[in-house]
Every structure is written in structure tokens, then in C-alpha cells.
């Protein structure tokens, strides 16, 4: 019995041969991928579980935190309100002050100069007017002593 063999059939055959190989080939290489995924997916898997409480105590963490910065807010804004209640009370005790001391400082400079000019020129008119004079001066000078440092 002879065979016949053409050259027709020998590519046939290698190409049965080529494509079997290549499926071979690819299912080995989907074999491998499908472990790659495989482990893959077991490290997501574990992350998440590694992760995920270390984000929930974070979490819970800036809650925390937000909480104690509102309380700090409160407090701070109450400081804020008793720092303006003591400006206020300040100013207005400032006020009280400054207008008897201008007098003061005031009566204090007209009687000197007034003492010194009836000494002087030996004129009762002379001298009240001196003092007047010298109240009016000390007082201006006193006023803008405390403007300029703030009084």
C-alpha cells in the first residue's frame, strides 16, 4: 500500500502542528495569568482587611479631633468676647479717669503760675489770668500726651 503524500498535506500538517502548539502555548500562559490574578486578588483581599480598620480608627480619630477643635472654638470665642468686655470696661474706666487728672493737672499748673505771677508782678487780675492761662495750656498738653501714647 503506498501513500500518498503531497506537499499540500505537509503544510496542512504543520499547520495543525503550529496551531496546536499555539493553543497549548496560550493556554499555558492563561494558566499563569489566572494564578497571577489569583494572588493578586488575595492581596487586595488582604490589604482590605489590613487597611480598612486602620482607616475606620482614622476616622474616628478626626472625629475626635473635629469634636475638640469645636470645643476650642467655643472657648476661644468666649475668650474673645471677655477680652472685648475688659477693653470696653477698661475704656470706660480710662474715660472716667482721664478728665478729673486733666483737671487736676489743670488746677495744679493754673496755681503755680498764678502763685508765681502774684508773686511777681503783684496783680490779683494778673495773676488769675496767668492761671487760666496755664490750666488751659496744661490741660491741651495733657490731652495730647494721651493721644499720642495711646491713652
Not at 495569568?33 to 490589604?47: E, K, M, P, Q
Not at 468666649?78 to 470696661?89: K, L, N, R, W
Request: proline letters at 1%; aromatic letters at 6%.
Amino acid at each position: 500500500m503506498i501513500v500518498a503524500f503531497s506537499f499540500g498535506d505537509l503544510a496542512s500538517f504543520a499547520l495543525a502542528i503550529f496551531l496546536i502548539a499555539t493553543g497549548l502555548g496560550l493556554g499555558w500562559a492563561f494558566l499563569r495569568l489566572a494564578v497571577t490574578f489569583d494572588r493578586l486578588s488575595s492581596l487586595i483581599r488582604g490589604a482590605e482587611r489590613e487597611v480598612l480598620p486602620v482607616i475606620n480608627k482614622v476616622g474616628g480619630s478626626v472625629d475626635r479631633v473635629n469634636t475638640q477643635l469645636d470645643k476650642l472654638d467655643t472657648a476661644t470665642d468666649s475668650a474673645v468676647d471677655a477680652v472685648v468686655a475688659v477693653d470696653e470696661a477698661v475704656r470706660s474706666v480710662s474715660y472716667a479717669v482721664k478728665t478729673p487728672v486733666k483737671k487736676l493737672a489743670g488746677l495744679s499748673a493754673g496755681v503755680s503760675h498764678g502763685w508765681a505771677s502774684l508773686r511777681t508782678r503783684r496783680s490779683w487780675q494778673d495773676a488769675v489770668s496767668e492761671a487760666k492761662n496755664a490750666a488751659a495750656r496744661r490741660e491741651q498738653d495733657l490731652e495730647e500726651e494721651l493721644k499720642t501714647h495711646g491713652g
